[in-house]
């Protein structure tokens, strides 16, 4: 696969994506090396990745617990206590070898550290993928409030091996898809019917046309002012849930991708309210969602919490929400103002 050009960095692919590390890292000469790891990365990505790792240099594993939950500030800390124990400075370069919580966090802590050290992404899950490890977003959780705290920052280069994907559970891929539909729905209806045709599906092509437009989005509006808002359909309710199951006691957690796939179905509904958004693309959208996802059942009683948790969004302006919303596939309107009682209508049709 040809390399894609970000901002100030490449997206390389597989074995090239490996060459070009040990080049970056003979040609920035670092003091020494950092791999952020979790449990589950630690097992079954590291063995596969060490042995491509081709330098002299000083190799630590950091090791953190996996989980949405543990993407806080109170990790950062043990991560910057134990490079700086272990002797890290200004000249070292930080490896993200995971998730969307590896990368997010991993991306924050070498952004802050000593007021900010290289870093460099390889995902190793598809939500991380297509979405986390491009575009340079990092930041982790205050509570169960998503990406709350963090800032934007280019990684060195982000390497993309789709053989760690056989490492993660069916579940973990399908949570990756909604990101797949999300860009899609919003910016090229070719990649929502390829999904539709699943006898054509290739994952490869998938992968690759979604950090296309991931990365054409983000160099027209790094910094999320106006077109890159558009990366946001499905999350605005969807955040809120997921925040929601979280931390509920007595309720499983949801993936981010089963908690946006929801979220589109509901923002998608209220399209259909707002903006006249055709009601056979709803339906469309809906069995689509449903296609790869179980249903959820939504307890009535939960709504409130969860329309609660969305004033908390980050996207918020002066206390109001605001949506991503479709006029129709690839053909969106930014900032809409929705109601309450629309909110809960939509997590109503979720449910039907």
Not at 36 to 41: A, G, I, K, P, Y
Not at 125 to 139: F, M, N, Q, W
Not at 217 to 238: A, M, W
Not at 283 to 306: C, G, H, M, P
Request: with cysteine.
């Amino acid at each position: 696969m040809k390399s894609i050009k970000a901002a100030s960095y490449f997206v390389h692919f597989k074995e090239k994506g490996y060459q070009e590390l040990s080049a970056l890292i003979n040609e920035k000469n670092y003091s020494s090396i950092y791999i952020l790891v979790d449990e589950n990365t630690m097992e079954y990505c590291y063995p596969k990745f060490i042995p491509h790792l081709e330098t002299d240099k000083r190799i630590e594993v950091i090791e953190i617990e996996s989980g949405e939950i543990n993407k806080n500030l109170e990790t950062c800390i043990g991560v910057w206590q134990a490079i700086t124990e272990l002797g890290a400075d200004r000249k070292s370069l930080i490896i993200t070898l995971g998730g969307g919580v590896i990368t997010d966090l991993g991306g924050f802590v070498a952004s802050c550290f000593k007021r900010g050290i290289d870093f460099v992404n390889i995902p190793t899950t598809l939500l991380s993928i297509v979405d986390a490890s491009v575009g340079g977003k990092t930041g982790v959780d205050l509570g169960v409030l998503k990406n709350q705290v963090g800032l934007f920052a280019n990684p060195q280069m982000v390497l993309i091996d789709e053989n760690y994907l056989t490492t993660v559970t069916e579940r973990e891929i399908k949570s990756g898809m909604a990101e797949i539909i999300k860009y899609g729905v919003t910016y090229d209806m070719k990649l929502f019917n390829e999904i539709n045709n699943r006898k054509e599906l290739t994952l490869s092509n998938l992968i690759y046309r979604s950090i296309q437009i991931k990365n054409e989005v983000v160099l027209q509006d790094p910094k999320e002012n106006s077109l890159r808002k558009i990366l946001n359909f499905g999350h605005t309710i969807g955040h809120a849930i997921e925040s929601f199951y979280l931390e509920s006691e007595n309720k499983e957690n949801l993936t981010h991708g089963e908690a946006i796939a929801i979220g589109m179905i509901c923002e998608s509904y209220i399209s259909t309210k707002l903006l006249d958004f055709p009601d056979n693309k709803l339906r469309q959208i809906k069995e689509t969602v449903l296609s790869i996802y179980d249903s959820i059942a939504l307890d009535k009683n939960d709504f409130s919490a969860i329309i609660d948790l969305l004033k908390h969004d980050k996207k918020n302006v002066n206390g109001q929400v605001n949506f991503v919303l479709l006029n129709d596939f690839e053909d969106y309107k930014l900032d809409c103002k929705v109601t309450e009682y629309l909110i809960v209508e939509s997590l109503e049709y979720y449910n039907l």
